[in-house]
C-alpha cells in the first residue's frame, strides 16, 4: 500500500490526486493507494509526502470542472470541507472511478453502491446542510471604524464557501469573520476581493478594535424585537431545535 500525505486543504488534496495518477497509482487496485490529510500510521505502507502545488491543482481543478461540471465540482469541494478523516480517500475513489467509468458532466456521484462515492456524497450533504444554516444565521456586529464583524464555530471547514456569499451580498461594506474553531478570518474590503488570513486570532484580540457607540443600543433593540413577534401559544421547543439548532445560538444577538 502507498499512503500519499498531503495538508488539508483543497491544494493539497488535489495535488496529491494529481500525483497518483503522475506515478500511475490510479492503475492499481483502489485499495492499493490512499490519500490521507491525518498522521495515522498504515502497516507495511510506504508514505509518501506531498508538497501542495497550486500549478497541480488547478490542473486537477480544471479537469474536474471540464469533466463533471460546476454543480458536481462544488459537491466535492464541499466534502472536502469536512472534518472527516477519510474525505481525501474518499474523494480520490470518487474521481478515479468516475474517470475510469467515463461518466459526464452531473453523474460525478451516480454510482452510490460504491462506499467511496457514497461517503464522499454523505460528507458533502452534512457540509451542505451547515453551509445553508449558516447563510441565515451569521450575525454581525458593527465595530469602530464601520467593519463588521461576526463570530462562527462550524464544524465543516466551509469559511472559504461562505464568503462569496456575503460579499457578492456586502459588496459596499467592510467586514470580517472568524471562525475560531480553525483560527481562520475571511476579509473584505468594500469594493474588493475577499481573502483568508490563518492564525490572525480573534479580533477581541486585537485591542484597537471596539464595537461602535450604537452597537449594543441595536443589539437591544433586535433581541426586543425577535422577543415580542413570539406567539406564547405557538411555542414548539423541538421544532425549533430542528429549524435551529442549538450549536448556532451561542454566536447568535438574539439568544445572547
Not at 488534496?13 to 498522521?39: H, K, M, Q, V
Not at 505502507?45 to 491543482?57: G, H, L, P, Q, T
Not at 441565515?136 to 464544524?155: C, D
Request: charged share 30%.
Amino acid at each position: 500500500m502507498v499512503v500519499y500525505r498531503c495538508e488539508d486543504s483543497l491544494e493539497g488534496i488535489f495535488t496529491a490526486i494529481y500525483n497518483t495518477y503522475e506515478d500511475g497509482r490510479n492503475r492499481l487496485d483502489s485499495g492499493e493507494t490512499r490519500i490521507s490529510t491525518g498522521e495515522e500510521p498504515y502497516l507495511f505502507a510506504e508514505d509518501i509526502a506531498v508538497v501542495s502545488d497550486r500549478e497541480k491543482a488547478e490542473k486537477v481543478l480544471r479537469t474536474l470542472k471540464r469533466k463533471f461540471g460546476e454543480k458536481d465540482f462544488w459537491w466535492l469541494c464541499l466534502s472536502l470541507s469536512s472534518a472527516d478523516e477519510e474525505k481525501a480517500q474518499a474523494a480520490y475513489l470518487t474521481v478515479s472511478e468516475a474517470l475510469r467509468r467515463g461518466v459526464g458532466p452531473g453523474h460525478l456521484f451516480d454510482a452510490m453502491a460504491d462506499s467511496g462515492i457514497h461517503k464522499a456524497y454523505v460528507l458533502g450533504r452534512q457540509a451542505w446542510n451547515e453551509y445553508h444554516h449558516l447563510m441565515g444565521f451569521v450575525r454581525f456586529r458593527e465595530l469602530e471604524g464601520n467593519i463588521l464583524y461576526s463570530k462562527i464555530g462550524p464544524k465543516n471547514n466551509i469559511l472559504s464557501l461562505l464568503m462569496p456569499h456575503f460579499a457578492d451580498r456586502l459588496p459596499t461594506e467592510n467586514f470580517m469573520i472568524y471562525d475560531e474553531k480553525r483560527d481562520l478570518t475571511g476579509l473584505h474590503q468594500a469594493g474588493n476581493e475577499w481573502y483568508l488570513m490563518q492564525g490572525t486570532g480573534n479580533p477581541e484580540h486585537w485591542r484597537n478594535f471596539r464595537e461602535s457607540a450604537g452597537e449594543q443600543s441595536y443589539q437591544e433593540l433586535f433581541r426586543f424585537f425577535c422577543h415580542k413577534i413570539t406567539i406564547e401559544a405557538r411555542k414548539n421547543p423541538e421544532l425549533q431545535r430542528n429549524l435551529l439548532p442549538i450549536r448556532f445560538r451561542e454566536y447568535m444577538t438574539e439568544f445572547d
